[in-house]
Nanobody, 121 residues
Framework: QVQLVDSGGGLVQAGGSLRLSCAAS????????MDWYRQAPGKQRELVAR???????DYADSAKGRFTISRDNAKNSVYLHMNGLKPEDTAVYYC???????????????WGQGTQVTVSS
């Protein structure tokens, strides 16, 4: 089995910072893409940031200049550093990853359980 565990959410004032972490565990041969998504109440889940195994990154326009995604391949982990937080960043943040369990196998997508980020004005 493969499991993603998100952590690091919390309550922060506008302008503050948080660092989200996600660790993958279980039977893992390789992890290609790792993402952070978020879902606010009444809204669809949206991609916030993405990082490939080679370190290439991509960000939603709302995250550019404020958020930084990084990963530690040795620890099968991905991080999201969020600065300059705004009330509209309030959402449940989910880790998401494409994981290959065995050499030669087809990868599957996995989700973390989510971590709540609340930004007060």
């Amino acid at each position: 089995q493969v499991q993603l565990v998100d952590s690091g959410g919390g309550l922060v004032q506008a302008g503050g910072s948080l660092r989200l972490s996600c660790a993958a565990s279980g039977t893992i041969f390789s992890i290609s893409v790792m993402d952070w998504y978020r879902q606010a109440p009444g809204k669809q889940r949206e991609l916030v940031a993405r990082i490939t195994s080679g370190g290439s990154t991509d960000y939603a326009d709302s995250a550019k200049g404020r958020f930084t995604i990084s990963r530690d391949n040795a620890k099968n982990s991905v991080y999201l550093h969020m600065n300059g937080l705004k009330p509209e960043d309030t959402a449940v943040y989910y880790c998401h990853a494409l994981i290959q369990k065995y050499a030669g196998s087809i990868g599957s997508y996995y989700w973390g359980q989510g971590t709540q980020v609340t930004v007060s004005s």
